[in-house]
């Protein structure tokens, strides 16, 4: 079917007191996303999650924080509320151990993106956001750790990562028609492995750069330097630095040329899993003995991001290097660690 091709309008820049909603904002990237609005000088915040606030990571001074489940209309409506701006980025999701044994948990966060995204339109917001994956590109293309960068159009014909990558494709699917069918500018950014400060570092929600981490640390802590790796180690990824996402969030979200167009937003420094674990010894000043675990959940075996369209369009991409952005990972976990260990709370994931 062809699209007819809708006018785009420009709208009003936003005010420092206009409305900003962030759903998942006590997770980690929603968090800083709202530190970085807040740091910005936007002063009218709200920030939602369904987590109770004592156990969110950040608690940005300034924010209205809520406590609200958003998989459920009505409160979504409540959240949207004289909304200019809205950022979902709620979503039940984890590392490959979660997303590989938690499928309908992934695939229920339909549900929250599908009431966000009408509940923005009804509020009338001017730009809705919407956290993708790179897990919604077609798996067939993922077979090999040399991989080849994904581009965008890599996501059809698709084959995405079960549960998990599906429901991303289809909640774009969503974000993609209510601008077509029904005007409201929608912005879409798939995520490449996102890391760094005040986000899920153990509990079985974690990342490979936190959880490598963590594992270096409570090693060093017990005097037992034995690291057990998920895979043969040689997966390939590419991980970006938090600071780099929400900047992207931002640049994305307001590009009037990325309208309903979903566009990568992840870093093109392609790692193994095994350099990944020396760059944190060399942080930490220690060697691990390493053994595999050749039947945990590990993914695709190679996964990176092809910066071209990115680069063209906002010429700009994620430039921290892993080096610079493991070592401030390294440190706040440690600082978790050592807060916990002496009884102190910490953020949950
Ligand atoms: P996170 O788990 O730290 O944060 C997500 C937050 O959403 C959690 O705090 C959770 O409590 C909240 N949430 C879940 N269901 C909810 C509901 N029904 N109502 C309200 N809150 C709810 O994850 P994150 O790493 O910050 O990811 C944020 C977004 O980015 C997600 O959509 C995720 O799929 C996407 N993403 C993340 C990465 C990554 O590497 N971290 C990669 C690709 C995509």
Not at 56 to 79: F, I, K, M, T
Not at 256 to 279: C, F, M, Q, R, Y
Not at 297 to 309: C, E, H, L, W
Request: glycine content about 10%; charged content about 25%; some cysteine.
């Amino acid at each position: 079917m062809k699209e007819t091709k809708r006018n785009v309008e420009k709208d009003a820049p936003m005010k420092k007191n206009d409305l900003i909603v962030i759903t998942g904002a006590g997770g980690f990237i929603a968090g800083n996303l709202a530190l970085y609005f807040s740091k910005k000088g936007f002063t009218n915040i709200r920030a939602v999650d369904k987590k109770p606030i004592s156990e969110w990571y950040l608690h940005v001074p300034g924010v209205q924080n809520l406590c609200l489940d958003v998989s459920e209309a009505g409160n979504c409506h409540r959240v949207c509320e004289g909304a200019v701006e809205v950022y979902n980025l709620a979503a039940d999701m984890g590392g490959m151990g979660f997303i590989e044994r938690f499928r309908v948990e992934c695939l229920r966060s339909i549900l929250i993106n599908t009431h966000m995204v009408e509940a923005a339109y009804k509020a009338g917001a001017r730009r809705y956001f919407y956290s993708s994956s790179a897990c919604a590109y077609n798996t067939l293309l993922q077979q090999d750790p040399n991989v080849r960068a994904l581009k965008e159009s890599d996501a059809y014909p698709a084959m995405a990562e079960r549960g998990y990558g599906w429901e991303k494709l289809v909640s774009e699917m969503f974000c993609q028609e209510y601008w077509h069918e029904r005007g409201m500018k929608t912005f879409i950014a798939r995520f490449h492995n996102v890391y760094g400060p005040h986000g899920t570092w153990d509990g079985g929600r974690e990342k490979a750069p936190a959880a490598i981490c963590r594992k270096v640390i409570e090693g060093i802590d017990k005097k037992d330097l034995n690291i057990m790796i998920w895979g043969n180690g040689d997966q390939t990824r590419s991980f970006m630095y938090i600071d780099d996402c929400v900047k992207g969030i931002d640049m994305i979200t307001h590009c009037d040329d990325l309208i309903a167009t979903p566009i990568n937003l992840g870093s093109s420094e392609l790692v193994s899993i095994n350099t990944l674990v020396s760059k944190i010894e060399k942080i930490a000043g220690v060697k691990m003995k390493r053994s595999y675990d050749l039947a945990a959940p590990q993914g695709v075996a190679g996964r990176n991001s092809d910066n071209t369209f990115i680069k063209k369009v906002l010429k700009w991409e994620p430039g921290t290097t892993l080096d610079k952005g493991l070592a401030e990972t390294y440190k706040w976990i440690k600082s978790q660690y050592e807060k916990r260990k002496k009884g102190e709370r910490v953020g949950i994931g």
